[in-house]
């Protein structure tokens, strides 16, 4: 039998001591949170059986050469040249597939507490690997390109032009005493369908991206070598789910692992081991 390739394992991997969220910048910062609150993070993941959908969302930035804007007080329509635009998708939870011998790496990133699902209980749920992409490529405008031209499709205006001219049809018919009648109530019930189907489309999109991950030319050697996994939706696990459970034996002045083992009680069937013996043995 052939061997399992080295960058593909059957542990997805949760850390809980990542970086630092700036809400201003919508960013990751290089910090890593104090490792007490990964160590509560994994605790309370435990508790509630629940991996929950994070504060982080993709911030998709892509250079639009032609777009359409609708002016609500003035009701005309201005074309933008060369216009950016930032895109924000739905926020989402994480698992990252990385084999066991490759995890010492991402720690300086991530932390050194982690929970490990078993790979069938992830793909089941619904969880889909990310697409990896530069920043400011044509991918990426050509991926906006599709969605900016129905954003830009802009049927309040076009609904608040037909009562307009209803209005206009209604005075000329009463003016002049006409035993007829123009109903436009067709029209703007197809106006509302279209924009309703806008809303289905921009939730689909921001859905997306959610599964597209973004990373500059500096980042090849953290981001990029990730492998991550995402899901839009809160994952709900069994504790069969759990592969197993990976802490630190010391760290920032606590025993967390001698720690958890007192605190935490859970089947034998879940492995709990000590970063140090596993990891950096």
Same mark, same amino acid.
């Given at each position: 039998?052939? %061997?399992?390739? =080295?960058?593909? $394992?059957?542990?997805? @991997?949760?850390?809980? =001591? =990542?970086?630092? @969220?700036?809400?201003?910048?919508?960013? +990751? /910062?290089?910090?890593?949170?104090?490792?007490?609150? *990964?160590?509560?993070? !994994?605790?309370?993941? /435990?508790? $509630? +059986?629940? /991996?929950?959908? *994070?504060?982080? &969302?993709?911030?998709?930035?892509?250079?639009?050469?032609?777009?359409?804007?609708?002016d609500f007080e003035t009701k005309e329509i201005h074309i933008l040249k060369n216009h950016p635009v930032t895109v924000k998708s739905k926020p989402v939870c994480c698992v990252a597939d990385i084999p066991l011998?490759?995890?010492?790496?991402? %720690? #300086?990133?991530? *932390?050194?507490?982690?929970? =490990?699902?078993h790979r069938d209980s992830i793909v089941k749920f619904g969880f889909n690997p990310v697409m990896y992409t530069l920043e400011d490529t044509a991918l990426l405008n050509s991926i906006y390109q599709g969605y900016s031209a129905v954003d830009d499709v802009?049927?309040? $205006?076009?609904? $608040?032009?037909?009562? %307009?001219? +209803?209005?206009?049809?209604?005075?000329?018919?009463?003016? #002049?005493? !006409?035993?007829? %009648?123009v109903d436009t109530s067709s029209v703007i019930s197809e106006l509302d369908w279209i924009e309703s189907a806008q809303e289905k489309i921009d939730e689909s999109f921001q859905n997306f991206l959610a599964y597209i991950k973004t990373f500059d030319t500096t980042e090849f050697d953290s981001i990029y070598c990730e492998r991550e996994w995402r899901s839009t939706k809160n994952y709900s696990f069994a504790i069969e789910d759990i592969a197993i459970i990976v802490l630190p034996r010391e760290q920032e002045g606590e025993r967390f692992y001698e720690r958890? /083992?007192?605190?935490?009680? !859970?089947?034998?069937?879940?492995?709990?081991? &000590? @970063?140090?013996? !596993?990891?950096?043995?």
């Open positions: 039998m052939a %061997s399992r390739p =080295g960058t593909v $394992s059957k542990i997805l @991997w949760h850390f809980t =001591g =990542g970086p630092m @969220w700036d809400d201003a910048t919508n960013k +990751q /910062l290089k910090e890593l949170k104090p490792a007490i609150n *990964g160590y509560e993070a !994994l605790k309370a993941i /435990l508790k $509630s +059986q629940e /991996l929950r959908v *994070g504060q982080y &969302c993709e911030i998709v930035k892509v250079i639009v050469p032609e777009k359409r804007q609708f011998q490759h995890i010492d790496y991402h %720690s #300086n990133r991530y *932390g050194k507490i982690a929970i =490990g699902f802009h049927p309040y $205006s076009a609904t $608040s032009e037909t009562e %307009s001219v +209803q209005d206009e049809i209604d005075k000329i018919i009463n003016d #002049n005493d !006409l035993d007829d %009648s958890f /083992l007192e605190e935490v009680i !859970l089947p034998k069937t879940v492995t709990i081991a &000590c @970063w140090e013996d !596993l990891i950096e043995h």
